[in-house]
């Protein structure tokens, strides 16, 4: 090899190892939501799970409540896990709102001194309605958290 071949060769390589310019990184998601502290949940007469908490991210913080329904009416016990549904509604400042429609899967999982979740559900989400016409029929994944204690969590995030 040459020294013009050698230097076109190292120019190549170090390019390679350049981390991304931000015009290459990819776009902020739209929606990117977290539980802001532990939320709470009761089950209703129908079997369903409503979860109330404060809510943190994009496209804004505020509060949320939620609505997590499994197929047969009742949550499924440790092990198992079953078809489910939730509906989630953020309220924001300003009069600004979102809902999402998921659908998924919840499974009861097994609790000791030191794993509190009782139930998971991870699905897909739409935005079926927001403030923002742009957020809406923005999709993604989500999870929504059942703990002991009536304590629950969620997080979205489109994807």
């Given at each position: 090899?040459?020294h013009k071949?050698?230097?076109?060769?190292?120019?190549?390589?170090?390019?390679a190892?350049?981390?991304?310019?931000?015009?290459m990184?990819?776009?902020?998601?739209?929606?990117?939501?977290?539980?802001?502290g532990?939320?709470?949940?009761?089950?209703d007469?129908?079997?369903?799970?409503?979860?109330?908490g404060?809510?943190?991210?994009?496209?804004f913080d505020?509060?949320?409540?939620a609505?997590?329904?499994?197929?047969?009416?009742?949550?499924?016990?440790?092990?198992?896990?079953?078809?489910?549904?939730?509906?989630?509604?953020?309220t924001?400042?300003?009069h600004?709102?979102?809902?999402?429609?998921a659908t998924?899967?919840?499974?009861g999982?097994?609790?000791?001194?030191?794993?509190?979740?009782?139930?998971?559900?991870v699905?897909r989400y739409v935005v079926?309605?927001?403030?923002?016409r742009?957020?809406r029929?923005?999709?993604?994944?989500?999870?929504?958290?059942?703990?002991?204690e009536?304590?629950?969590?969620?997080?979205?995030?489109?994807?």
């Amino acid at each position: 090899m040459n020294h013009k071949t050698k230097a076109a060769a190292l120019i190549g390589a170090l390019l390679a190892l350049a981390p991304a310019t931000p015009a290459m990184a990819a776009p902020r998601p739209a929606v990117d939501l977290r539980g802001d502290g532990i939320g709470s949940y009761a089950l209703d007469a129908g079997g369903s799970a409503r979860l109330r908490g404060a809510i943190t991210g994009v496209p804004f913080d505020g509060s949320y409540r939620a609505r997590l329904s499994s197929s047969d009416g009742s949550l499924p016990a440790p092990g198992e896990c079953e078809p489910a549904t939730a509906a989630v509604h953020v309220t924001g400042t300003r009069h600004r709102s979102l809902d999402l429609a998921a659908t998924g899967e919840v499974c009861g999982r097994w609790v000791d001194a030191t794993y509190v979740v009782t139930h998971e559900f991870v699905g897909r989400y739409v935005v079926t309605d927001a403030s923002s016409r742009r957020l809406r029929g923005t999709d993604g994944w989500i999870s929504l958290i059942l703990a002991t204690e009536g304590r629950a969590n969620i997080e979205a995030i489109d994807t």
